[in-house]
């Protein structure tokens, strides 16, 4: 028998249970509005946001944030008990706080600038200004010591705008204070910029940004947070008017030459805290005796006796390749006629040179395959990175997806050659390989080693056929041999009479059919009695698919119901998605 005290805890509890519950859940950061500043959706009360870390986009119900603020950093939510997601109020843009906008002069503060915030020779966007740029003056210094000026002015870079594709405009001036605006080489898309695209500084000219333009843009945006179109290039050091380019300028102005022994170089003493200066002599010597600890002298030889016993004797100087006596023996009686080193894996690059001929097997773009005239399979293997060099693009890069057996005095390596590199039917030089992910050189960006596809029209099937799958506007994309991450996003749905219908949406090998669960998303509505029913959702499914040859992949809907009307894909009101990223990045 439970004790009253027992009771009555046991009835708060079960009070407490049955309170309704309340509040917001599912509670996110995001950013107003599309990647190109698209906020308003054409539905009343429905916004555009986007998650700040993948760029996904989702509808949402707005009521506080300003819908004139692309780029503006909201809260995300939705409250218990609802479906449909809405904006709950606005967020701090700043991970850190910047001190309060005080500084106390007797003691420590960390104050967090951003770059925007040093004014001489700042560019800005100029607000509802198009492409027209804002530039800010500064003082310069010349190469001979003297000083010029940089004035306050604007300049319209809708000339420079690509008509297709994307590229980078470098803004720079000369010691006269002229401006010079120079176009960079345009690639396919925004997304695949990259520093690398940034035009080189001219010689005797200081750099202020570089600014990204595309075609459809309409307006330049500087937020590092959110939208940003500008990449800043000044340099931030001490020197005469804030210009870190007039001693730069003066060396590259003097004239070449070779030093002596008795020529001076300053250099900065930390255990004196000064500057001091040093001879080409003392230099030279000094690099002398620290290679002299590392490598052998001219000359020197490798030493081993002449019986058969005695190749496991190994000179000291050879002791940190870990070549075996093994090996030697080999090498002497022609049973092997390469020495593999085992002290590391090629240059400090990352990069080792290939053996043998490499030479144009087959394409099929953007998978390619190489053949080499020697055994390959025990220094190359999949997910390893390779490097070429063809008279047409000349260095190349690949992933490398399969290795063939050695066969007929030949290895067949089949690479990837991502969006930028297409093996040609030519000569190949200067081959490599690495075990490495990142070796020098190599271009990491994922944007570069995925296939993708994307759509912005309303595609539907009307009176589908109950279970069969449809492939709606013939959307598919070929995946290449590999090991793929593959994400799809998409909204879809169905029109209804009847009680309850769903809509199913999935990846498949087929164009009628399901071939991956996994890759499978369903909307079911239950419209409790009303006569007709329009439901979509944005589904985002994702899976690892591994392909032993290139095959082509549909986006196919079905309802599993009698009697629907129209079953639809709604890419007009969301962009469809489909990515596949190389999954040996």
């Not at 599309?34 to 916004?47: E, K």
């Not at 059919?513 to 239950?526: D, G, H, P, Q, R």
């Given at each position: 028998?439970?004790?009253?005290?027992?009771?009555?805890?046991?009835?708060?509890?079960?009070?407490?249970?049955?309170?309704?519950?309340?509040?917001?859940?599912?509670?996110?950061?995001?950013?107003?509005?599309?990647?190109?500043?698209?906020?308003?959706?054409?539905?009343?009360?429905?916004?555009?946001?986007?998650?700040?870390?993948?760029?996904?986009?989702?509808?949402?119900?707005?009521?506080?944030?300003?819908?004139?603020?692309?780029?503006?950093?909201?809260?995300?939510?939705?409250?218990?008990?609802?479906n449909i997601y809405r904006v709950k109020g606005l967020r701090d843009a700043y991970g850190t706080p910047a001190g309060g906008g005080q500084i106390s002069p007797h003691s420590h503060n960390d104050l967090y600038l951003g770059r925007?915030?040093?004014?001489?020779?700042?560019?800005?966007?100029?607000?509802?200004?198009?492409?027209?740029?804002?530039?800010?003056?500064?003082?310069?210094?010349?190469?001979?010591?003297?000083?010029?000026?940089?004035?306050?002015?604007?300049?319209?870079?809708?000339?420079?705008?690509?008509?297709?594709?994307?590229?980078?405009?470098?803004?720079?001036?000369?010691?006269?204070?002229?401006?010079?605006?120079?176009?960079?080489?345009?690639?396919?898309?925004?997304?695949?910029?990259?520093?690398?695209?940034?035009?080189?500084?001219?010689?005797?000219?200081?750099?202020s940004c570089a600014v990204r333009l595309y075609d459809g843009q309409t307006q330049l945006y500087r937020d590092p947070a959110t939208i940003n179109d500008f990449v800043d290039l000044r340099s931030f050091t001490s020197g005469g008017?804030?210009?870190?380019?007039?001693?730069?300028?003066?060396?590259?102005?003097?004239?070449?030459?070779?030093?002596?022994?008795?020529?001076?170089?300053?250099?900065?003493?930390?255990?004196?805290?000064?500057?001091?200066?040093?001879?080409?002599?003392?230099?030279?010597?000094?690099?002398?005796?620290?290679?002299?600890?590392?490598?052998?002298?001219?000359?020197?030889?490798?030493?081993?006796?002449?019986?058969?016993?005695?190749?496991?004797?190994?000179?000291?100087?050879?002791?940190?390749?870990?070549?075996?006596?093994?090996?030697?023996?080999?090498?002497?009686?022609?049973?092997?006629?390469?020495?593999?080193?085992?002290?590391?894996?090629?240059?400090?690059?990352?990069?080792?040179?290939?053996?043998?001929?490499?030479?144009?097997?087959?394409?099929?773009?953007?998978?390619?395959?190489?053949?080499?005239?020697?055994?390959?399979?025990?220094?190359?293997?999949?997910?390893?990175?390779?490097?070429?060099?063809?008279?047409?693009g000349g260095t190349k890069y690949g992933i490398v997806t399969a290795v063939g057996a050695y066969s007929g005095g030949v290895t067949l390596i089949t690479i990837y050659g991502g969006t930028d590199y297409n093996l040609e039917n030519?000569?190949?030089?200067?081959?490599?390989?690495?075990?490495?992910?990142?070796?020098?050189?190599?271009?990491?960006?994922?944007?570069?080693?995925?296939?993708?596809?994307?759509?912005?029209?309303?595609?539907?099937?009307?009176?589908?056929?109950?279970?069969?799958?449809?492939?709606?506007?013939?959307?598919?994309?070929?995946?290449?041999?590999?090991?793929?991450?593959?994400?799809?996003?998409?909204?879809?749905?169905?029109?209804?009479?009847?009680?309850?219908?769903?809509?199913?949406?999935?990846?498949?090998?087929?164009?009628?059919?399901?071939?991956?669960?996994?890759?499978?998303?369903?909307?079911?509505?239950?419209?409790?009695?009303?006569?007709?029913?329009?439901?979509?959702?944005?589904?985002?499914?994702?899976?690892?698919?591994?392909?032993?040859?290139?095959?082509?992949?549909?986006?196919?809907?079905?309802?599993?119901?009698?009697?629907?009307?129209?079953?639809?894909?709604?890419?007009?009101?969301?962009?469809?998605?489909?990515?596949?990223?190389?999954?040996?990045?």
């Amino acid at each position: 028998m439970p004790t009253p005290l027992t009771n009555s805890r046991l009835r708060k509890a079960l009070h407490k249970v049955r309170q309704p519950q309340t509040g917001w859940i599912d509670v996110s950061d995001k950013v107003m509005g599309t990647a190109d500043g698209t906020v308003l959706t054409g539905i009343a009360g429905m916004i555009y946001v986007r998650d700040p870390q993948n760029g996904q986009v989702i509808t949402v119900y707005n009521s506080i944030a300003p819908t004139d603020r692309p780029g503006l950093q909201v809260k995300v939510g939705r409250l218990v008990g609802e479906n449909i997601y809405r904006v709950k109020g606005l967020r701090d843009a700043y991970g850190t706080p910047a001190g309060g906008g005080q500084i106390s002069p007797h003691s420590h503060n960390d104050l967090y600038l951003g770059r925007e915030r040093f004014l001489p020779f700042l560019v800005l966007p100029i607000s509802g200004g198009g492409l027209t740029i804002q530039i800010y003056g500064d003082t310069l210094v010349k190469a001979d010591g003297t000083f010029g000026w940089i004035e306050n002015q604007t300049l319209d870079l809708t000339s420079h705008a690509p008509a297709a594709g994307a590229l980078y405009v470098l803004i720079e001036a000369d010691d006269d204070g002229t401006i010079y605006a120079t176009d960079g080489t345009p690639v396919a898309a925004k997304e695949v910029l990259t520093p690398t695209d940034i035009p080189a500084i001219t010689a005797g000219r200081k750099a202020s940004c570089a600014v990204r333009l595309y075609d459809g843009q309409t307006q330049l945006y500087r937020d590092p947070a959110t939208i940003n179109d500008f990449v800043d290039l000044r340099s931030f050091t001490s020197g005469g008017g804030g210009s870190s380019g007039g001693v730069g300028a003066a060396i590259n102005a003097a004239a070449a030459d070779t030093p002596l022994d008795a020529d001076e170089f300053g250099f900065w003493d930390v255990v004196d805290a000064a500057l001091k200066k040093i001879t080409w002599a003392n230099i030279i010597s000094t690099l002398t005796t620290a290679f002299d600890a590392l490598y052998s002298a001219i000359g020197h030889t490798h030493s081993y006796m002449a019986d058969d016993a005695d190749y496991s004797t190994i000179s000291t100087n050879d002791a940190d390749t870990d070549i075996t006596g093994l090996e030697l023996e080999e090498l002497s009686d022609g049973s092997e006629t390469i020495l593999h080193s085992h002290a590391g894996s090629g240059g400090g690059d990352g990069w080792t040179a290939g053996t043998g001929t490499w030479s144009y097997s087959s394409a099929d773009d953007p998978t390619f395959v190489i053949s080499v005239d020697n055994d390959q399979t025990a220094l190359i293997g999949v997910g390893d990175r390779v490097k070429y060099t063809q008279a047409t693009g000349g260095t190349k890069y690949g992933i490398v997806t399969a290795v063939g057996a050695y066969s007929g005095g030949v290895t067949l390596i089949t690479i990837y050659g991502g969006t930028d590199y297409n093996l040609e039917n030519e000569a190949i030089s200067n081959p490599y390989y690495s075990h490495v992910k990142n070796p020098f050189g190599f271009p990491p960006s994922p944007a570069k080693w995925s296939e993708s596809l994307a759509d912005t029209t309303q595609r539907s099937r009307a009176t589908p056929t109950q279970n069969t799958w449809y492939n709606a506007g013939t959307l598919s994309l070929a995946l290449p041999i590999g090991v793929w991450e593959v994400e799809l996003q998409a909204t879809f749905g169905v029109v209804e009479n009847s009680a309850s219908s769903n809509c199913w949406i999935t990846l498949s090998t087929a164009n009628n059919s399901e071939s991956n669960t996994a890759m499978t998303a369903l909307v079911n509505i239950n419209s409790g009695g009303a006569s007709s029913v329009t439901k979509y959702i944005s589904a985002y499914i994702k899976d690892l698919i591994t392909l032993a040859s290139k095959t082509t992949h549909y986006i196919n809907i079905k309802t599993s119901n009698t009697g629907v009307d129209n079953i639809y894909l709604r890419n007009d009101l969301i962009p469809l998605n489909l990515t596949a990223k190389c999954a040996y990045l």
